[in-house]
């Protein structure tokens, strides 16, 4: 048996695993890692799968899942290169252009879209002005769908004709809705849709015409990726891709915040599975230290051993991992049915890399975990056969136990691709975990004074804790880190769900109101007052285009497809104010200043995100062209801007005095309450030349994400439970085999069931509310981390985490009496005689 092969040795461990399996030696582990890879696989598909849906739902901003947008057409490569991708394809071309008719002009906005546009979302038209409004179709050609302003601007109706550039077109009906419209609110001219087959006709589109042409694809995530990754190098310096995440500031923002969320809740579950197969993976050790030293005395190398024992928990690592990534493909199947109402009607599929990432995570945390302990089963001297009093040589545990950390951080660094929050959680746990776990062995050891006057039921409890303050400090450090998981992740539901909510709260503005002209400023902001007393200041609007930064081109400054490139091809709408707006926060410089200097250049503040693209930073002189005049000035503060807010807001705000010379028109955004319809009719028909924008659907869609992200929070948290509960299971059970022993004495000895249940309550409730105790200074100090460098929210104390001591001592005080309930049903005879 000294020279025992390979497949001997495998089949020897199939064997011993079937007859440990059936004396229910291998249970706890197995269970360890079939909840560590159904959680990490559940989360992980229903992350990305919900991540999809709520793209899928976003894609309808832009009309499509990707677009390549440039001021002159695609190339027939990047055509052909998407068509080869089976790839939905769609074009959309945007310009100016002037409307003629027998009762004037009017320039307006001119979209010629083909056939298959949009690709996402639908259109909504009316028959008739302020109708009742039909979702679909489009204009067939010959004809143009209208928005209602133009019909006012020039005194026609649905049935009349209209000329753009040389082609006559019938208004078949009015324009209700685009879905690609969210991005654009503030185009000033009213807008007109046709067919693409009649572009050509209206002569408008000349070589140096000032156009955007769009392509809108739609298809499979792969094919994207492929297309993308394909055209990315063939871009012209005037073309850029466009999806969901940078086509709505708002939109990004939310999905930014779920997919956070919806990580960190991973890490944390990735974290549990991993305490939870270390505990597991060392009372199996532990237990085969007799036949290791059996095997050595039979003629088996140390190197046999370990390789015996290192395939029984590969056997049952990968039986458990891929029992664990089928139970976690069933459960997030049975949760979006569960949600299938709430949710798009085709939501992908995930595909399999979160199966492969959650079988990944349990193999890699069981070899990384399982490796200390399998080393010492290979050191067990063959004469523990006789004395079982020895112990295998310890390796070089730091070492091994660093390298497994080191794997378990990849694997988490991985699983959510945000080195900041993997950071954030592994070093704030092991910060934690040594000063907490230091203050708890001090604390431990003050109370081996009081036992002395203590009743006995007391001195039993305490006894077990004190008797191995190590293990006791380790296992409170177990049940600290369920207990922090849980409190953070409840923690940040709660106040990040408030703070997506009051995001968007219930009288958020609805209708936006552009091109007010200065001559009716005064007006329409009295008449807005009449029925809306929510109405956001009237701010002056006009275009211009930044084109120097301290003398020198901005195209040779910004980098190309950062949000400043694409912020320098267009013209910005430019605003000044005298105040500080709502939701704008001051983060670097100064407001206005009283009294400037004569000789000082007018100032301009900068939102500091775009500050970032363009390099700029207090003190920078900015040209601009406006109107064909040129305006220099100076950045004098950079500022933070609530995007969110559904609020006017801009890129730059000049100081007053600075524009006021220069054509303007004004807008606003105000809430009106539903069933006001005919409110916004009259206010249209006494102010014609005012664009009045209704951004209910975009508000609508806004929602329902939130409320997609409100309810995989609410199923993480049964995930993270259940990965919580088995390392508090195996935990119990680490110990169980000593509890077994000690209990079968006490009772030989005379002690009741009763006084022995006591001790167990005493033991599991102090140890449940020192853990609390860890777990709510842990949280404190892990938030504190995460809200500052992760979620961009503001850290106050939590004085609710005070209850946590409490809960630790009945959940932790519960769970110990039920799970150690064999020390106290095993018969004493049958016990002492085993051992």
């Known amino acids: ?93 945007e310009f100016s252009s002037v409307i003629a008719t027998d009762n004037g002009i009017q320039l307006s906005s001119i979209k010629a879209a083909d056939n298959n546009y949009p690709l996402r979302g639908e259109l909504k038209s009316a028959p008739e002005p302020y109708g009742l409004e039909t979702p679909g179709g489009g204009p067939a050609p010959g004809e143009a769908w209208v928005e209602p302003r133009l019909l006012a601007a020039l005194d026609l109706k649905i049935g009349d004709s209209i000329d753009v550039g040389m082609q006559t077109l019938r208004m078949s009906r009015v324009l209700t809705y685009e879905p690609d419209r969210a991005g654009n609110f503030y185009s000033l001219t009213p807008r007109v849709l046709i067919n693409f087959a009649d ?47 940078d086509g709505n500031q708002q939109i990004g923002g939310a999905l ?22 270390a505990l597991s993976a060392s009372r199996f050790a532990l237990r085969r230290f007799d036949a290791s030293a059996l095997l050595r005395c039979l003629g088996l190398s140390r190197r046999q051993a370990l390789t015996l024992f290192c395939l029984q928990l590969a056997m049952l690592g990968g039986l458990a991992a891929l029992s664990g990534a089928l139970l976690g493909w069933l459960t997030q199947l049975g949760l979006f049915k569960l949600l299938e109402g709430l949710l798009p009607t085709a939501v992908p599929p995930g595909g399999i890399a979160p199966a492969l990432a959650g079988v990944a995570t349990g193999l890699v945390a069981l070899a990384g975990f399982a490796l200390p302990p399998l080393a010492a089963l290979g050191r067990v001297p063959p004469l523990r056969v006789l004395r079982r009093d020895l112990l295998p040589v310890p390796p070089s545990s730091w070492l091994v136990y660093g390298a497994a950390l080191l794997a378990l951080g990849l694997i988490m660094w991985r699983l959510s691709l945000d080195l900041l929050l993997t950071f954030a959680l592994l070093g704030g746990g092991l910060v934690a975990a040594i000063v907490l776990g230091g203050l708890l062995l001090l604390g431990l050891r003050s109370l081996r004074r009081l036992l002395a006057g203590a009743p006995l039921a007391w001195r039993l409890g305490l006894g077990q804790l004190l008797r191995h303050p190590l293990a006791a400090a380790g296992q409170s450090l177990a049940f600290g880190l369920i207990l922090l998981a849980m409190a953070l992740i409840a923690l940040l539901r709660g106040e990040l769900l408030d703070t997506w909510q009051n995001q968007l709260p219930k009288d958020a503005p609805n209708y936006f109101a552009l091109n007010i002209l200065p001559d009716d400023k005064a007006n329409f902001a009295q008449r807005l007052d009449e029925f809306s007393a929510l109405a956001a200041p009237l701010y002056p609007v006009i275009p211009g285009r930044l084109t ?21 091809q267009r013209d910005l709408s430019l605003t000044w104010a005298a105040e500080l707006p709502q939701g704008n926060n001051l983060s670097a410089g100064q407001w206005w200043q009283a009294t400037p200097a004569a000789d000082a250049l007018p100032g301009v503040s900068v939102e500091t995100k775009l500050a970032e693209s363009l390099k700029l930073k207090l003190g920078d002189r900015l040209n601009f062209s406006i109107g064909g005049l040129e305006r220099q000035v100076q950045v004098t503060s950079l500022r933070t801007v609530n995007w969110d807010s559904f609020q006017p807001n801009f890129y730059m705000i000049f100081q007053p005095g ?44 806004l929602r329902s994400i939130l409320a997609q992200v409100t309810l995989a929070v609410e199923y993480v948290l049964l995930f993270v439970l259940a990965a919580g509960l088995a390392v508090l299971f195996a935990g119990l059970q680490a110990t169980l085999d000593e509890r077994i022993r000690q209990g079968a004495l006490l009772r030989a000895l005379g002690a009741g069931r009763a006084l022995l249940v006591k001790a167990r309550r005493i033991e599991f409730g102090l140890l ?31 004085p609710s985490l005070l209850l946590l001591p409490l809960i630790g001592a009945v959940l932790i005080g519960g769970a110990g009496v039920f799970g150690t309930r064999r020390a106290l049903n095993a018969s004493p005879l049958t016990v002492l005689r085993e051992g």
């Open 1 to 93: 048996m000294a020279h025992l092969s390979f497949l001997r040795l495998l089949s020897l461990a199939a064997r011993q695993l079937l007859r440990d399996a059936r004396a229910g030696e291998l249970r706890v582990l197995f269970f360890a890692l079939l909840v560590a890879v159904a959680a990490s696989t559940a989360i992980g598909y229903f992350g990305a799968r919900l991540n999809g849906a709520m793209l899928m739902r976003a894609t309808e901003f832009l009309g499509a899942d990707l677009v390549l947008q440039g001021s002159a057409p695609a190339t027939p490569e990047q055509v052909d290169s998407g068509l080869k991708q089976n790839l939905q394809h769609a074009r959309v071309v």
């Open 199 to 245: 572009l050509e006709a209206t002569g408008v589109v000349q070589p140096g015409s000032r156009v955007s042409y769009r392509d809108l694809w739609r298809g499979e995530p792969d094919a994207l990726a492929s297309y993308r990754a394909t055209v990315k190098p063939l871009l012209a310096a005037n073309q850029r891709l466009q999806d969901s995440r």
């Open 256 to 277: 930014g915040k779920a997919e956070r969320y919806l990580n960190m809740a991973s890490l944390v579950a990735v974290l549990l599975a991993g305490v939870a197969v």
């Open 548 to 568: 120097h930064i301290n003398d020198e081109p901005v195209n040779q400054i910004v980098s190309k497809e950062s949000t400043g490139d694409r912020a320098v």
């Open 658 to 701: 600075t524009l006021q010379d220069l054509p303007t028109t004004y807008l606003t955004s105000f809430y009106l309450a539903p069933g006001h319809d005919q409110q916004v009719v009259a206010l249209s028909r006494a102010f014609p030349a005012v664009t009045i924008l209704q951004v209910d659907a975009l508000l609508e869609q």
């Open 768 to 798: 449940g509310a020192a853990s609390g105790l860890l777990a709510a200074l842990g949280t404190e100090l892990v938030t504190w981390v995460l809200y500052r460098y992760a979620f961009d929210l503001q850290w106050s104390p939590h």
